[in-house]
């Protein structure tokens, strides 16, 4: 028996990139900064790879800072470096289901006002 399953709680590191093929296939690709216990480590980053509808929820809905939850498969991408001719690899999740966890108002500050990483009032400063 093997299991291949990733489930991550975390924000979009920047807007996603989106293609979209000649065959109907969208795919969307971003990263995503999960916080770790203590606030004084730096957040994991995860590359996000998504497919079809969701790629398509992906590309309307999420924007850099944006509260999401994924649930998928770790994979890695290998290929050659047309420079240097070498062997490469890059850890990717590939998402079966995302889930837009943040609320309306999270989702209008992003859009109007910047909402990116750091740009919010912290913790402390939120009055509830």
Do not use: C, H
Request: proline letters at 4%.
């Amino acid at each position: 028996m093997s299991v291949n399953s990733v489930t991550l709680v975390g924000r979009a590191g920047r807007d996603p990139e989106v293609r979209y093929f000649e065959s109907g296939t969208v795919v969307a690709n971003l990263t995503m900064a999960v916080n770790r216990r203590s606030r004084d480590d730096e957040p994991d980053w995860f590359n996000l790879e998504i497919w079809g509808k969701q790629a398509q929820v992906a590309a309307d809905y999420v924007k850099k800072g944006s509260l999401l939850g994924i649930i998928g498969s770790f994979k890695l991408d290998r290929w050659t470096d047309r420079n240097t001719g070498e062997e490469r690899t890059k850890p990717v999740v590939r998402v079966d289901r995302l889930e837009l966890l943040g609320s309306k108002r999270d989702a209008e500050a992003s859009t109007f006002g910047g909402g990116g990483f750091g740009d919010g009032p912290s913790e402390e400063e939120v009055p509830f």
